[in-house]
């Protein structure tokens, strides 16, 4: 049974190196051909924001927030706390990553490879 799977492999290869041959991840296209046109459906109504009172969004315009859950997340690190809660508490408040890895930076240092 192995033999003939093994032969049967063989052939089909051997066979399949035509143009209509069944190849996974290959497309055929030619280097004359255009490139696929990027079709864009944002309309207004998809492209506006959440409302200021949306559960689970935050406000836009609210440093204060942002700044409560840097601070929350600096003390968490500091301390023992479980830092993802607070983490997901920062990007819902519009926190940068880059603020976020600041912070942490502050707190655990920044080591480089040797």
């Not at 192995?2 to 290959?26: F, K, Y």
């Not at 409560?68 to 968490?76: I, T």
């Not at 983490?87 to 040797?114: M, Y």
């Amino acid at each position: 049974m192995q033999r003939e799977i093994q032969e049967r492999g063989l052939s089909l290869a051997a066979r399949g190196r035509g143009q209509d041959a069944h190849r996974v991840g290959v497309t055929s296209s030619s280097p004359d051909d255009p490139p696929p046109a990027i079709s864009s459906s944002s309309t207004p109504a998809s492209a506006t924001r959440w409302p200021s009172g949306s559960p689970g969004c935050a406000a836009p315009g609210t440093p204060d927030r942002a700044r409560r859950a840097l601070d929350a997340l600096e003390a968490g690190a500091r301390g023992r706390a479980n830092l993802m809660p607070l983490l997901v508490e920062a990007v819902e408040s519009s926190v940068t990553l880059g603020e976020i890895c600041g912070r942490l930076r502050d707190v655990f240092a920044c080591t480089s490879p040797r």
